[in-house]
Nanobody, 119 residues
Framework: QVQLVESGGGLVQAGGSLRLSCAASRSIFGFVTMGWYRQAPGKQRELVAVKYGVGGTKYADSVQGRFTISGDNAKPTADLQMNSLKPEDTAVYYC?????????????WGQGTQVTVSS
């Protein structure tokens, strides 16, 4: 079993910045994606940004150009730098790690961290 330990988040004014960090509790081989999703009240969970184990990233259209995902694929870790935050970015942000361990698909979630952007 792998735990995803999240940090960061909090309250910020519109236009400000926050950084989220996520680290797996142990090294894990061959992940497919690691990244961040978010869920606002009354809405479905949605992809924010992910990075691929083979390289490359994917961003939601709504955060493209404002958010940047990075991290160490060997550990693995996933950091999300969020700039020019908007009130509509307010949500609980969840770290996610998915991949194949050689015998089965795994899909791990962090406990979630609140991001609140005031207008």
């Amino acid at each position: 079993q792998v735990q995803l330990v999240e940090s960061g988040g909090g309250l910020v004014q519109a236009g400000g910045s926050l950084r989220l960090s996520c680290a797996a509790s142990r090294s894990i081989f061959g992940f497919v994606t690691m990244g961040w999703y978010r869920q606002a009240p009354g809405k479905q969970r949605e992809l924010v940004a992910v990075k691929y184990g083979v390289g490359g990233t994917k961003y939601a259209d709504s955060v493209q150009g404002r958010f940047t995902i990075s991290g160490d694929n060997a550990k693995p870790t996933a950091d999300l730098q969020m700039n020019s935050l908007k009130p509509e970015d307010t949500a609980v942000y969840y770290c996610n790690l998915q991949g194949w361990d050689g015998s089965s698909w795994y899909n791990y979630w962090g406990q979630g961290t609140q991001v609140t952007v005031s207008s």
